[in-house]
Protein backbone atom coordinates (compact mmCIF):
# COMPACT_ATOMS: atom_id res chain seq x y z
CA UNK A 1 0.00 0.00 0.00
CA UNK A 2 1.00 3.44 -0.73
CA UNK A 3 0.35 6.38 1.17
CA UNK A 4 0.50 10.30 -0.73
CA UNK A 5 0.88 13.49 0.94
CA UNK A 6 0.37 16.92 -1.84
CA UNK A 7 2.07 20.09 -1.06
CA UNK A 8 3.64 23.12 -2.37
CA UNK A 9 -0.27 24.76 -3.51
CA UNK A 10 -1.82 28.02 -3.19
CA UNK A 11 -2.39 31.30 -4.53
CA UNK A 12 -0.60 32.47 -7.54
CA UNK A 13 -0.79 35.30 -10.34
CA UNK A 14 -1.16 34.67 -13.68
CA UNK A 15 2.35 34.03 -15.64
CA UNK A 16 3.93 32.74 -12.05
CA UNK A 17 5.12 29.48 -11.33
CA UNK A 18 4.76 26.88 -8.56
CA UNK A 19 5.88 23.84 -7.90
CA UNK A 20 4.44 20.74 -6.26
CA UNK A 21 5.54 18.28 -4.20
CA UNK A 22 3.75 14.37 -3.24
CA UNK A 23 5.86 12.48 -0.79
CA UNK A 24 5.33 8.26 -0.49
CA UNK A 25 5.15 6.34 1.99
CA UNK A 26 4.74 2.70 2.41
CA UNK A 27 5.52 -0.48 0.04
CA UNK A 28 8.68 0.23 -2.68
CA UNK A 29 7.74 3.68 -4.33
CA UNK A 30 10.02 2.61 -7.63
CA UNK A 31 7.59 0.10 -8.53
CA UNK A 32 5.10 2.42 -9.47
CA UNK A 33 4.46 4.66 -11.76
CA UNK A 34 2.94 8.55 -10.56
CA UNK A 35 1.42 11.13 -11.71
CA UNK A 36 -0.48 14.39 -11.52
CA UNK A 37 -5.06 14.86 -11.92
CA UNK A 38 -6.59 17.58 -11.20
CA UNK A 39 -9.94 18.71 -10.65
CA UNK A 40 -11.51 22.23 -11.44
CA UNK A 41 -15.34 23.00 -9.50
CA UNK A 42 -18.20 21.73 -11.23
CA UNK A 43 -15.32 19.22 -13.68
CA UNK A 44 -14.16 15.52 -14.08
CA UNK A 45 -10.52 14.78 -12.75
CA UNK A 46 -8.20 14.96 -15.29
CA UNK A 47 -4.94 13.65 -16.18
CA UNK A 48 -2.00 16.48 -15.88
CA UNK A 49 1.45 14.58 -16.19
CA UNK A 50 2.89 10.75 -15.62
CA UNK A 51 6.37 9.64 -14.85
CA UNK A 52 7.81 6.11 -15.37
CA UNK A 53 8.87 3.90 -12.67
CA UNK A 54 12.45 4.64 -13.12
CA UNK A 55 11.99 8.13 -14.35
CA UNK A 56 12.92 7.56 -18.06
CA UNK A 57 9.39 8.23 -19.36
CA UNK A 58 7.05 10.93 -19.37
CA UNK A 59 3.44 11.76 -20.72
CA UNK A 60 1.81 15.06 -20.46
CA UNK A 61 -2.12 16.57 -21.35
CA UNK A 62 -1.93 18.55 -24.34
CA UNK A 63 -3.14 21.73 -22.02
CA UNK A 64 0.32 21.65 -19.83
CA UNK A 65 2.72 20.55 -22.72
CA UNK A 66 5.87 22.99 -22.59
CA UNK A 67 4.49 24.81 -19.52
CA UNK A 68 4.47 21.85 -16.86
CA UNK A 69 7.50 19.45 -16.35
CA UNK A 70 7.16 16.33 -14.26
CA UNK A 71 10.03 14.66 -11.95
CA UNK A 72 10.79 12.05 -9.37
CA UNK A 73 13.72 11.06 -6.97
CA UNK A 74 13.11 7.37 -5.87
CA UNK A 75 15.14 7.38 -3.30
CA UNK A 76 13.36 10.23 -1.40
CA UNK A 77 10.11 9.18 -2.66
CA UNK A 78 9.20 12.10 -3.89
CA UNK A 79 7.09 13.40 -6.78
CA UNK A 80 7.36 16.86 -8.20
CA UNK A 81 5.29 19.33 -10.80
CA UNK A 82 7.20 22.52 -11.96
CA UNK A 83 4.09 24.58 -13.25
CA UNK A 84 5.58 27.71 -15.32
CA UNK A 85 3.37 30.38 -17.01
CA UNK A 86 -0.06 29.42 -15.49
CA UNK A 87 -3.39 31.04 -16.39
CA UNK A 88 -7.07 30.82 -15.24
CA UNK A 89 -7.81 27.34 -16.56
CA UNK A 90 -4.66 25.46 -14.44
CA UNK A 91 -7.02 26.71 -11.17
CA UNK A 92 -7.87 23.41 -9.56
CA UNK A 93 -7.12 20.55 -6.67
CA UNK A 94 -4.27 18.38 -7.80
CA UNK A 95 -4.00 15.02 -7.01
CA UNK A 96 -0.89 13.00 -6.85
CA UNK A 97 -1.74 9.58 -8.15
CA UNK A 98 0.32 5.96 -8.60
CA UNK A 99 -0.09 2.93 -10.75
CA UNK A 100 1.84 -0.13 -9.54
CA UNK A 101 4.25 -1.20 -12.95
CA UNK A 102 2.65 1.42 -15.21
CA UNK A 103 2.40 5.51 -15.67
CA UNK A 104 -1.25 6.59 -14.27
CA UNK A 105 -2.58 8.17 -17.61
CA UNK A 106 -6.48 7.93 -17.12
CA UNK A 107 -8.70 8.33 -13.33
CA UNK A 108 -9.54 4.61 -13.95
CA UNK A 109 -5.98 3.31 -14.10
CA UNK A 110 -4.68 4.60 -10.72
CA UNK A 111 -4.28 2.53 -7.48
CA UNK A 112 -3.28 5.02 -5.25
CA UNK A 113 -4.63 8.87 -4.24
CA UNK A 114 -3.49 11.81 -2.33
CA UNK A 115 -5.81 14.37 -0.31
CA UNK A 116 -4.80 17.24 -3.09
CA UNK A 117 -3.51 19.92 -2.56
CA UNK A 118 -5.34 23.59 -4.26
CA UNK A 119 -3.88 25.84 -6.85
CA UNK A 120 -5.24 29.19 -7.67
CA UNK A 121 -4.20 31.69 -10.59
CA UNK A 122 -5.63 34.67 -10.24
CA UNK A 123 -6.03 36.79 -13.60
Known amino acids: QVQLVESGGGLVQAGDSLRLSCVAS????????VGWFRQAPGKEREFVAAISRGGDSTSYANSVKGRFTISRDNARKTLSLQMNSLNSEDTALYYC????????????????WGQGTQVTVSS
Open 97 to 112: AARRWAMPRDRQSVDY
Open 26 to 33: GAAFSTYG
